[in-house]
């Protein structure tokens, strides 16, 4: 537990960093879980690089360090702008932000088993590109070209979809998924009676 909490520290540390004097604090933001009719909202592009939105990555951060989670969309903060931040290090010291993120090129595939802050408890096997090159705006609107690839490209690829209102059980069969969303189901009452 010291070791989430030490790691997070360092997120933080390095967001603080990005950001300078120009966010005061961060808060951890509720996340939306599944269900959630609002997970099926597409976000709007994001026009305006001011101090709202820089506050809004930097709490985005803290929530996804928060929840010990490797990425996260702003979907899933119930904000509707294309916006993503995601942080794949063990050290949870290279945060990556991206706005208004386009994949520009996509080759390969992999088998990655993935969960999300969305669906806690939850993994299942997805089948995506094994590397991509996006095109992206930090937060001063600057462009951005990362290429990425392995469990980086699989955090982004998933990240971009909730942005289209689309989640990673979306693409499992109806009846893996069902079997899935019981558990999740049961996971849930087991949680409330504790
Ligand atoms: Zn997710």
Known sequence: MRDILDRARAGFYQVARI????VKSMSVLSILEFPDPRLRTRAEPVRVFDARLKQLVADMFETMYEANGVG???TQVNVHQRVLVADMSD??????????????????????????????????????????????????GNEIIVEAEGPLAVCIQHEMDHLEGKVFVDYLSSLKRALLLKRLDKQRKQAASA
């Open 19 to 22: 950001f300078g004097a120009k």
């Open 72 to 74: 996260l969309a702003a």
């Open 91 to 140: 050290e949870r010291n290279r945060p990556l932000a991206l706005i208004n993120a386009q994949i520009l090129e996509k080759s390969g595939s992999q088998v990655y088993q993935e969960g999300c802050l969305s669906f806690p408890g939850l993994y299942a096997d997805v089948t995506r590109a094994l590397e991509v090159k996006v095109k992206a705006q930090d937060v001063d």
